[in-house]
């Protein structure tokens, strides 16, 4: 066994148990912030992700109940990381927390050499023409624009369980 001399003559061996040992609570403590929280609505639809209580969608709503005594939030945003759901708080049934465990770790992401980041149009009509995915993931979407039509390359850039998110390559 090799030893390392330090100043407060511990062995490596001990300041390697003792620093997993205090990092082992930041770990866990980070890994379940992240976790998908599911909310139940009334129509019996289940969004999974962040549910955030809010007091208004406008300034002036939220003005207008920070004069009440009690806090009321009649809103609650439910963030899946991908979309933000606003939904009266009177729809919600339930939430369970920290239901969506592997959801979290059931991700992939691609990275990919991507061109120049050019201005899209700013007008985008109907899809003419859509091509099936390659191996790589890749395919192209003939769009109306006003510019007229115009080829855009996509690419995956995430596999989630529950979505594909996609991003113009060129």
Do not use: H
Request: net charge positive.
């Amino acid at each position: 066994m090799i030893r390392i001399p330090c100043r407060t003559g511990l062995s490596l061996r001990r300041v390697v148990v003792l620093s997993i040992a205090a990092a082992a609570p930041v770990l866990l403590a980070s890994m379940c912030q992240g976790l998908a929280d599911e909310v139940r609505l009334k129509n019996g639809m289940i969004i999974e992700g962040k549910p955030v209580p809010l007091m208004g969608l406008d300034l002036t709503a939220i003005q207008t109940l920070k004069k009440n005594p009690t806090s009321v939030y009649p809103v609650l945003m439910i963030d899946t990381g991908i979309a933000r759901y606003f939904v009266p708080e009177k729809q919600k049934v339930e939430v369970n927390r920290a239901s969506g465990l592997a959801s979290r770790f059931e991700k992939f992401k691609i990275d990919r050499l991507r061109s120049s980041r050019s201005l899209g149009p700013t007008v985008m009509g109907s899809f003419l023409n859509v091509t099936d995915f390659d191996k790589f993931g890749v395919r192209t979407v003939r769009v109306k624009t006003d510019r007229g039509e115009i080829n855009i390359v996509e690419g995956v850039k995430e596999i989630g369980p529950q979505y594909l998110w996609l991003e113009g390559i060129n």
